[in-house]
């Protein structure tokens, strides 16, 4: 499984940007999907993902201020991410979970300015 993620950029606090993430298979093979994240000198910590069967789980950072949506068609998960902050700067990872392993996109760099 390949996966694409685009969308990365610099935008101000209280801006918006979207990410994309596009996988090589189709997305109904794929158990879990969606985006982590990591800030210099942290771990990598979940930001959504969604289930083959559609559930969504948001961390708590982001509920209210996210949505994650599938295209099914188009094979791609896509975050929306608004009113973001200056902690939301980090490397924005796609990951998907399938057959009992994982992988990950190459990362898109999002930095939120002050």
């Known amino acids: 499984v390949q996966l694409q993620a685009s969308g990365g950029g610099l935008v101000q606090a209280g801006g918006s940007l979207r990410l994309s993430c596009a996988a090589s298979v189709s997305i109904f093979s794929i158990n879990l999907m969606g985006w982590y994240r990591q800030a210099p000198g942290k771990q990598r910590e979940l930001v959504a993902v969604?289930?083959?069967?559609?559930?969504?789980v948001y961390a708590d950072s982001m509920k209210g201020r996210s949505t994650l949506s599938r295209d099914n068609a188009k094979n791609t998960v896509d975050l929306q991410m608004n009113s973001l902050e200056p902690e939301d700067t980090a490397v924005y990872y796609c990951?998907?979970?399938?057959?009992?392993?994982?992988?990950w996109g190459q990362g898109t760099l999002v930095t939120v300015s002050s």
């Open positions: 990951s998907a979970k399938g057959s009992g392993v994982e992988y």
């Open positions: 969604i289930t083959r069967g559609g559930t969504i």
